[in-house]
C-alpha cells in the first residue's frame, strides 16, 4: 500500500472504482474443443468473404523494377530525343521491360553525343546536332537498334546457362 501515496487523486478514484468490477468478475474455464478453433482459424484466413469477392494474390516471378526509363538529358535535342524514344519504346513490349538510361554530353561545337544504355551496356550512340527536327529521326533509329539488341541478347542468355553467373555476369 506504500505506492498508493505517490498516486494522483484521480488514479486512486479510478482504481476504487475498478475494483470491485474485478473482484466480482468469475473466471470460468474456456471451452475450446480443437475443432471449433480450427473452424474459427480457417474462418479468419478466408479469401472471400460475404462483402466482396474473394481476394486475389499476385505472385510476381522477381522483386526486380522493370520498364524504367531514366532521362539523363541536358540540352533541349537531348529532350527532345528522350520524349520521342520513350513515346515509340512504350509500346514495345522487349524495351518496355528493360530499364533504360538515356544519356547526354552536350558540346557546344559538334552538337550532343546521345547515348542509350541498359545497366552498364551501350546499345545505341550519336552524335546529335540541336535542330530538334533530327531528334525525332534519331529516337526512331534507336527504338529499332536497341530493340534487336535487346532480342538478340534475350536469346542468348536463354541459350547459355552457368549455374556459377548471375543473370548480369553472363552478358
Known sequence: ?????????????FLFLL???MASETQSPIDVSPSSEQEEIDSI???SSPDGPEVESVKR????LTGVMVDRTITMAGKTFYRA???RAMDNLII??????IQERPDARWGSQIWVMDGNRMYFRTQL??????ADRAAGEAVQIVEEALLRQQIASALTSDKDLGREEIR
Not at 505517490?6 to 478514484?13: D, K
Open 1 to 13: 500500500m506504500s505506492f498508493l501515496r505517490y498516486l494522483t487523486p484521480h488514479c486512486v478514484l
Open 61 to 64: 516471378a522477381s522483386s526486380e
Open 129 to 134: 546536332s540541336p535542330r530538334i527536327s533530327e
Open 96 to 101: 518496355g521491360n528493360a530499364t533504360i538510361t
Open 45 to 47: 484466413n478466408q479469401l
Open 85 to 87: 524514344f520513350s513515346q
Open 19 to 21: 475494483s470491485p468490477l
